[in-house]
DNA sequence: AGAATAGTGTCTGTCAGACAGTATCGC
DNA sequence: GCGATACTGTCTGACAGACACTATTCT
């Protein structure tokens, strides 16, 4: 393997989001080959260039075979790179970001991997391998910004097919980790253009009926 | 070069920004080899793992050899990956953006270079080399985004160590080819950090004395 | 009736854009 | 005085946070 000092090694790792139990959660996998065995990591792999079309190709084949997860929206969080952040040699790993609904996640262990299983984004409770503690902090802090700055689209990844402005304003407060104005955070998303009102569709429980909303068709984000 | 198909090719390049007489401008070069020999093309060159120590520190020793220029400031924009995107063999290219003052850059040809020169950043009247086109582009709407949302601390970079607070407005005006508002302009950077005001230093001229102001010593990016 | 949640009205402070006004220089 | 630029005051409209209020359902 001579060629390491050439050729730099090319990862891709993916810090996958979703809302547990209204709390932001981070989806890690504990690993059952050197190196850093027996840690939990960011689910991640190298880039198979005879296989893969880009490197987020890659991310999606990674998730597809270690966690068997299908994302559908990727996020270029950073590039981390140099000689000693693998010991496997020169290293190059791009760290994507994305938002899947918790129970559309069925992660499983499949190959190279012990365990897989949901986290504290803020707290994950391990020392994580390699350097991924500052991808999981990068990750995050993009995450909540583009969910502070940018409308709060980016969520809608994260909700059911037909959902609530209160659930969807829940699953901001779990991201953010802090409570949000209800008048003032409709008045924000107010006529959005991805927001479709599923007109004479009701939610009903014991309160008033609540209005269904979907994602509209062609919902897609691009800055 | 079997191992092109093992190993991608690891790439970095640059979108390098001045003001040059007013508008934004980008630092271009023609290529001496193939591929896409005489193209213009955004400075960029191949990681050297043995001597870089991570991907930004290939970038200032590609714009050193290639161009002669000391960047003192580079902030990575995207990735752009694919078996296509170059004829060498799948490649990765790390995109980075800088910004440095025009009469600070004394680009001077180089190896592997024919031609240096600055172009309008929004026009450069050339079709560029590689996807190189979609570099600038994204690189445009980074710096610009920065500008916008983050208070203009950016631009920064652009000034020479003394200057009036209307030469760095017309400096972000420049960069955002709009005009913006001075008493406004004024406001919104009052105060700011990183502003340091020369007390009793003033730029003379046919009117009214004007305050200089200097970048405070720390000054640095990170979002 | 009471609990729970949905949804709205309104006040207030902040801030950006717009624009005009005053101040200070060289000539 | 005149031209030019520096700098400031103020009005207005947009908008977010805070908070209270009404409405509608189930039990």
Not at 58 to 85: C, D, W, Y
């Amino acid at each position: 393997m001579k060629n390491i000092t050439l050729f730099p090694l090319v990862f891709v790792d993916v810090a996958l989001f979703s809302v547990v139990e209204d709390r932001l959660g981070v989806l890690l996998v504990q690993r059952a080959q050197e190196p850093a065995q027996h840690q939990w990591a960011l689910p991640g792999g190298i880039l198979k260039p005879e296989i893969d079309d880009n490197l987020e190709s890659t991310a999606r084949r990674v998730m597809r075979s270690k966690v068997s997860v299908e994302i559908p929206h990727l996020e270029e969080v950073q590039t981390f790179s140099g000689p000693n952040r693998d010991p496997r040699g020169w290293s190059v790993s791009v760290l994507y970001g994305a938002l899947l609904p918790y129970d559309q996640v069925n992660a499983v262990v499949r190959n190279k991997v012990e365990k897989v299983d949901w986290f504290d984004a803020d707290s994950p409770g391990h020392a994580l391998a390699f350097d991924h503690a500052n991808h999981l902090t990068m990750a995050l802090r993009v995450l909540r910004n583009r969910i502070r700055a940018s409308s709060p689209t980016l969520p809608l990844h994260l909700m059911p097919e037909k959902f609530t402005l209160t659930e969807l304003q829940k699953t901001c407060q779990s991201i953010l980790d802090k409570p949000i104005d209800k008048a003032a955070f409709r008045r924000r998303i107010d006529g959005h253009p991805f927001l479709e009102k599923l007109t004479g569709e009701m939610q009903r429980g014991a309160h008033a009926p609540a209005q269904l909303y979907r994602v509209r068709d062609g919902f897609a984000f691009d800055v």
